[in-house]
């Protein structure tokens, strides 16, 4: 079994990250207690653990769990971010990436199961980042379906507001489907800096 191309979904965040000033660099995000600095450090870490996950190389990069620190970024980020996505997109376009089992922050899951868990990570911290740094933002269909998907089924039943990364936060049926996923992530879709 395959899933989704991750590569559409990483080229956005790419665009995203790279339309960064060093001026936003401190500023809020909607992740308590992360500067948009350290929102993109924890994208380039995400990268690289999801990358090492999908190729079934387990070690260092897939046993940290993401709370260990708080993310950062080096000197080098604007080149090392585009090039870590591009080898995360790269890795989840083997079929046997989506087989087996793998780790990711420390945890072991299906490789089914951990690139719903990326494509969530890409779509959800897309949207953070652009709204952080005020841009347009809008997520690959594919991924956003993928990671709608994953949320809801991590949130059980979302009526009794529990989310995998905090309380649900409830939208009509009708909402459109982005902003239904943020909800799904505990994450207030009107959020602004």
Known sequence: MTGVDLGPQTRIVARLAGSVTDDQLAGATPC????????????LALSVAFRDAARKDLGVTT???????????????????????????????EPAAWTGG??????DLP??????????????HGWDLARATGQDYTPDP???????????AAAGDPDRGNGPFGPVVPLPADAPLLERTVGLSGREPGWRP
């Not at 793998?102 to 945890?107: C, L, P």
């Open 32 to 43: 308590p207690g992360l500067a948009v600095r350290n929102l993109l450090g924890h994208l």
């Open 142 to 152: 594919a991924a956003l379906d993928a990671a709608h998907g994953f949320l809801l």
């Open 111 to 124: 490789g089914v199961v951990a690139g719903a868990v990326v494509a969530d990570e890409l779509v959800i």
């Open 102 to 107: 793998t780790r990711a922050g420390g945890v």
């Open 63 to 93: 046993d940290t769990s993401p709370d260990a620190v708080v993310p950062d970024i080096g000197p080098g980020w604007r080149e090392e971010l585009p090039r870590a996505l591009d080898e995360l997109a790269g890795a989840w376009r």
